[in-house]
């Protein structure tokens, strides 16, 4: 009798324990999708990389890191759990993390992957976890070509209007002297030739050759973006299309304005309306990554580039803030929260960190215009996701591996706080870093993603300023 | 077809190949690159309160030179009294005045003990409240100054003894800290690391506590017992919750607690007076026996979280 009393209550325990597990995984479930905007190179895939490292070395192996990330205590996580995202390819950490151990950087994304980061964090409250012993806190990730993002803002354009545009913009700043080819290629180019599918292919070649050539030279603002990716869907020999001058953009009868309006029509309803809807689905939360050493590696005039193409990528974006019951009743979110992230924050001495931050503060200007009327908190971090540098002799200095593994000193001079101090004749050469063997401990020793997912985390409505 | 003229393209000129002046001067090193460290692990907690190895305490030293003190002289007046010349005993003489100087001694140790221990707790206690102003300056939005959150923090660190679970707490913050963290962040991390754990650390201490001075007085036949039970117990937690802050209570503060202590003991006996008042009324079954003692138990552990919470409260 006492026997079976016994099972009696140890059964009632279990089923009380399996239903509070079960109403929990129902019930508490944080989703947090973030919007990770990044141009092409700007780190996304490092940062991708580093994050699930680092979570996972401080979940499972008991590693001091990530220690501002106050709002998920090691103590306090069950587990860590990485599952796909649904209509996406899984991310490839295992690839990334291959390559560093051959000491190469991650390759450059070329498709979207997906995946989502499960966190079961333990109830502390002692009330609370018999009834939902857990919560489950969801980050859901995209990682994308930056090439594409760069494309969205040809959808609100007509193709006269992205054709002017562009040639005005190739023919001023640091692109005209990468656009000359080009630009003598269209000038010997008879136009009264009907266009047929070899002559089409010969000046899209040429065109994608000028933005070849200038995103290797720095250049931000390239469209399409698209054209550089030569694992992109959208088969550009078939239907591509580049800018023509305005004496035949202005004819819209004129045979290559209709061909070319065709295939950007087509290029906009087939390829990059898609792409905006299953890969920049709008999320409530956006971090925005900026490379300022692109910008900063060549000149002033490409940090400027920067800040435009910054400008314009905002425009791709809806931003503001959204009740209760709008979230509720399944509305499309906006983006209610930013975080401006200038990357490998570490390829600059600590002492010029405050310098790079009012850089960066000056850099999101024009983006932040698009939204300085709503509600959007927003904040600008620093970020290294890899600590590839040591200090240096002086506080100006810091110390590095080369791609030829020898070890090198660089002494910096003054980063400037604002662009207009930045000298038209200077440039702060990025460095030829190398891959360190110890990447694991380097990737553990990155600064600034506790304090940017803490702030994307936590629930504040609106701050502004400075990390 | 009209002739189309490439009137864009027509102004093409060459442009100069852009050139700059690099500010960053680099040289090779005749050195190897440093390892990065992997960072410090966090173990599991297995903080225990520290047992203390039986030795001969100077307190229990004193305690014996008084009582030999008092034999002795107790001896020297049965020797006056057996002899009428005392300086005729001079090495029994000379005996009771090293005894006295041995008493005199261990007293005046413990005093200055006490009077330091007093000094420390309250030098902490001040610290403790410089914490309490920087956190509410750091939530009105106020960026605190790095060094002085440090030199605070630090200050406040050195006072825990070295093997209590708030010394493990900051033992455990210092490997989380980085040089470009803000005086907030280090704040924060401090609150989380140190002041939000020790908190509850000791009130898991105390809940033990609470339930083990219920058991006592449950099982306690008598009230002399019980009440003998009790004090045990509240000697007991007072040890343990210090233990875990790092920190003795004061003189002073061991009066307040020895004054909350004296309330609970009062306060045992009236609901002693009472259960037994209601059970003679209602009945002298074992049932009723079990009732009166479950209720002794319940207000028994109340009254030690009781005297937890104050001690908690002198600690904080």
């Known amino acids: 009798m006492q026997n079976r009393w016994s099972a009696l209550v140890d059964k009632a325990a279990q089923v009380a324990t399996t239903s509070s597990n079960k109403l929990a995984d129902i019930v508490t479930k944080q989703t947090h999708r973030f919007t990770l905007t990044g141009l092409s190179r700007s780190g996304k895939s490092m940062l991708f990389t580093s994050i699930l490292t680092m979570l996972k070395s401080r979940n499972d192996e008991g590693y001091v890191c990530l220690p501002l990330l106050r709002t998920l205590p090691p103590e306090d996580i069950i587990f860590t759990r990485i599952e796909p995202l649904e209509g996406f390819k899984p991310f490839p950490l295992t690839l990334s993390l291959e390559a560093l151990a051959n000491q190469e950087w991650p390759a450059p994304t070329d498709e979207a992957y997906g995946f989502k980061l499960i966190i079961r964090v333990q109830e502390t409250h002692s009330v609370k976890r018999k009834l939902l012993p857990h919560t489950d806190v969801i980050f859901e990730f995209v990682d994308y070509p930056g090439e594409w993002l760069t494309d969205l803002p040809m959808l609100s354009k007509s193709y006269a209007q992205w054709s002017d545009t562009a040639w005005a913009q190739l023919s001023s700043g640091p692109q005209q002297y990468y656009a000359e080819e080009w630009k003598a290629f269209v000038n010997r180019f008879d136009f009264e030739v009907p266009p047929t599918r070899e002559r089409i292919g010969e000046l899209v070649e040429c065109y994608t050759r000028y933005l070849k050539v200038a995103k290797s030279n720095g250049i931000s603002m390239l469209q399409p973006g698209s054209f550089l990716l030569d694992t992109s869907e959208f088969d550009r020999f078939e239907h591509g299309f580049a800018p023509l001058p305005s004496s035949i953009t202005s004819d819209i009868s004129h045979p290559w304005f209709e061909v070319f309006n065709a295939h950007y029509q087509k290029f906009g309803k087939d390829w990059l309306s898609p792409i905006k809807e299953d890969v920049f689905k709008e999320t409530e939360k956006q971090i925005i990554l900026v490379d300022l050493f692109e910008g900063l590696n060549h000149s002033r005039q490409h940090l400027y580039q920067l800040k435009e193409t910054l400008s314009h990528l905002a425009d791709a974006f809806v931003y503001g803030k959204q009740s209760w019951f709008a979230k509720r009743l399944g509305k499309s979110p906006k983006i209610g929260k930013v975080a401006f992230v200038a990357t490998k924050s570490d390829l600059l001495p600590a002492g010029e960190h405050d310098n790079l931050l009012a850089l960066l503060e000056q850099i999101t200007e024009g983006a932040r215009a698009k939204f300085a009327d709503k509600p959007i908190a927003f904040e600008h971090f620093l970020v290294s996701a890899i600590k590839v540098t040591d200090e240096g002799s002086t506080s100006q200095a810091l110390r590095y591996q080369d791609k030829d593994l020898g070890y090198v000193e660089a002494t910096f001079e003054s980063v400037p706080t604002r662009l207009k101090d930045m000298e038209s004749d200077a440039h702060f050469p990025v460095l030829n870093v190398a891959v360190p063997k110890d990447f694991k401990a380097r990737i553990l020793a990155g600064r600034g993603l506790d304090r940017l997912f803490q702030y994307l985390l936590t629930n504040e409505e609106q701050s502004d300023g400075k990390n | ?316």
């Open chain 2, 1 to 316: 077809m009209a002739k189309t003229n490439n009137s864009d393209t027509n102004t093409v000129e060459s442009v100069p190949k852009p050139a700059y002046r690099a500010k960053i001067v680099q040289q090779p090193l005749d050195i190897a690159p440093p390892e990065q460290a992997l960072p410090e692990r966090i173990e599991p907690e297995r903080w225990q309160p520290p047992v203390k190895k039986s030795r001969l305490s100077v307190g229990f030293a004193t305690l014996g030179l008084a009582l030999t003190t008092v034999i002795g002289f107790m001896l020297f007046d049965a020797v006056t009294t057996l002899t009428s010349n005392a300086a005729q005993y001079p090495i029994i003489t000379s005996f009771l005045g090293i005894m006295l100087t041995g008493v005199v001694g261990g007293l005046g140790y413990l005093s200055a003990r006490e009077y330091l221990g007093y000094r420390r707790v309250n030098s902490a206690l001040l610290d403790s409240s410089d914490i309490q102003l920087l956190e509410q300056q750091s939530k009105a939005g106020e960026s605190l100054d790095v060094a002085q959150v440090a030199h605070v923090i630090d200050r406040h660190g050195t006072h825990f003894s070295a093997d209590s679970y708030a010394a493990f707490c900051y033992q455990r913050y210092l490997l989380h800290i980085h040089v470009d963290m803000t005086g907030n962040e280090r704040l924060a991390l401090y609150h989380d690391n140190v002041t939000q754990k020790v908190q509850k650390k000791a009130r898991e201490v105390l809940n033990q506590e609470a339930v083990t001075a219920g058991s006592m007085a449950f099982i306690s036949p008598n009230n002399l017992l019980q009440t003998a039970a009790i004090l045990w117990v509240s000697f007991r937690t007072i040890r343990k919750v210090a233990q875990v802050y790092g920190l003795k209570p004061s003189a002073s503060g061991n009066w307040k607690l020895m004054g909350v202590l004296a309330q609970n003991i009062a306060a045992q006996g009236i609901v002693d007076l009472a259960t037994d008042e209601i059970m003679s009324q209602v009945s002298g079954s074992l049932s009723a026996k079990f009732v009166e003692n479950a209720a002794e138990a319940v207000a028994a552990g109340a009254l030690n979280v009781r005297l937890g919470k104050a001690l908690m409260k002198l600690l904080k």
